[in-house]
């Protein structure tokens, strides 16, 4: 029972150095987040110990009386937070979700049609190496590349195309609202199943502010650690009885052995904590911090050197930066922005000149950042830094003290000794 810190002192001193990089650096990786402590707590617990294949109440091990209140309360409010019939908060990942799904509503073989990696899908849509391009014959449709804006006539001309079984929506980046309504009348007029991967605006769809695909979608799936704020994990709803009992079984025994119950009841806690106000007020600070940023991002001393923003603007959590124009690539940038310790990523845009490696984009994302406490003054003093970055010439280190002194302001895990335990 002795500590980290005397057991490991190689590990104990990873994860002090990590709580200080996050502490100290602005992270605006937008599929990050920082969870509450009680979500750390619950996920460092004992539960960790435990095994419990099977749902509660039909569990292939004994002892398993309180995980099964864990794993209840992660369901109900699941349900309850997403207005679903159903829910399950099983798979161990986003991925794991979305494997699941595919094999609970299509056969190997079936054609699947959702947007294309390189203009903002995920690698589980239909990526040639992944699961979703091996088992099932994938199709692609993409966005407007002048615009970088999903029309939905497109989707609609590719999928009287394609004739798929499964209609994918979601994305991993693109910074724009979908409509689940235009997806929903085509997937019927194609005779397809809806499904929607929510995972980057799961927390935006739970506070209101992007319209929900629970009433339209014949099956969600999530991830917990993005917009949600929660544990790295994912989840799957529906509404559609059928379905859900082909999920559960898909997950367990069809992808998934022991489910994680340490993981599962930090689930439960974030689904509550995301049912708040405070939560609304900070997914509203999240998608206000973004559009301040691309606001400055638009303006001509940027473009005139080339930086431009995609589709415009946001109506979400994230910025893409497009600088197919400029001389500055992706890899260029995000070292750039690293230097003065912002973290962010490069990243693809549609009809991207330049190797996947390098890219012209990059993906700028706020809820890391809500979550420490920026609000409009925060975003707007974080936006002049980046395009002072992202200039010719720029005093990086003067940038980087600028960067540090906002990180200082909104400190981040108070009480939080390292490695792990709290004051
Ligand atoms: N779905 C989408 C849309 C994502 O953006 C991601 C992660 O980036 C995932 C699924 C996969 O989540 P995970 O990394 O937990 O497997």
Request: glycine share 8%; net charge negative.
């Amino acid at each position: 029972l002795s500590p980290l810190s005397e057991v490991d002192p190689e590990i104990a001193a990873v994860l002090g150095q990590e709580l200080e990089r996050q502490r100290n650096t602005l992270e605006m990786i937008a599929s990050e987040n920082f969870v509450p402590r009680a979500v750390l707590e619950a996920q460092g617990s004992v539960l960790t110990n435990k095994y419990a294949e099977g749902y509660p109440g039909r569990r292939y091990y004994g002892g398993c009386e309180f995980v099964d209140i864990a794993e209840r309360l992660a369901i109900e409010r699941a349900k309850s937070l997403f207005g679903a019939a159903y829910a399950n908060v099983q798979p161990h990942s986003g991925a794991s979700a979305n494997a699941a799904v595919m094999s609970a509503i299509a056969q190997p073989g079936d054609r699947i049609l959702g947007l294309s990696l390189d203009h903002g899908g995920h690698l589980t849509h239909g990526m040639r190496l992944n699961f979703s391009g091996k088992l099932y014959e994938a199709h692609a449709y993409g966005v407007n590349e002048q615009t970088g804006l999903l029309e939905m006539e497109t989707v609609r001309a590719k999928a009287i195309e394609v004739q798929p079984k499964v209609l994918i929506a979601g994305w991993s980046a693109y910074s724009r609202t979908l409509d689940f309504a235009a997806f929903r009348a085509i997937a019927d007029e194609v005779g397809a199943i809806l499904w929607v991967d929510m995972a980057h605006i799961s927390g935006l769809v739970a506070a209101g502010l992007h319209p929900s695909p629970v009433p339209y979608a014949d099956v969600v799936s999530s991830t917990v650690h993005k917009t949600l704020g929660g544990p790295r994990a994912g989840f799957i709803l529906t509404n559609n009885v059928d379905i859900a009992k082909k999920i559960n079984s898909n997950v367990f025994p069809g992808q998934q052995g022991g489910p994680l119950m340490h993981v599962i009841a930090a689930k439960a806690t974030a689904f509550m904590l995301a049912a708040s106000d405070e939560f609304k007020d900070r997914q509203q600070r999240t998608v206000r911090g973004a559009q301040i940023l691309a606001e400055r991002l638009v303006q001509k001393d940027m473009t005139d050197l080339g930086v431009d923003v995609l589709t415009g603007g946001t109506d979400v959590h994230l910025v893409l930066v497009d600088l197919r124009k400029s001389e500055l690539n992706g890899q260029e940038a995000e070292d750039l922005l690293h230097s003065v310790d912002i973290t962010v990523n490069r990243n693809a845009v549609p009809a991207d000149p330049r190797p996947p490696m390098v890219t012209s984009g990059l993906r700028i994302g706020t809820p890391a950042l809500a979550t420490r406490g920026f609000a409009d003054a925060e975003f707007t003093e974080v936006a002049d830094i980046i395009a002072e970055t992202l200039k010719p010439g720029a005093d990086l280190a003067a940038l980087k003290v600028r960067a540090r002194a906002l990180a200082d302001a909104f400190p981040l895990y108070e009480g939080l000794e390292s490695p792990g335990s709290w004051s």
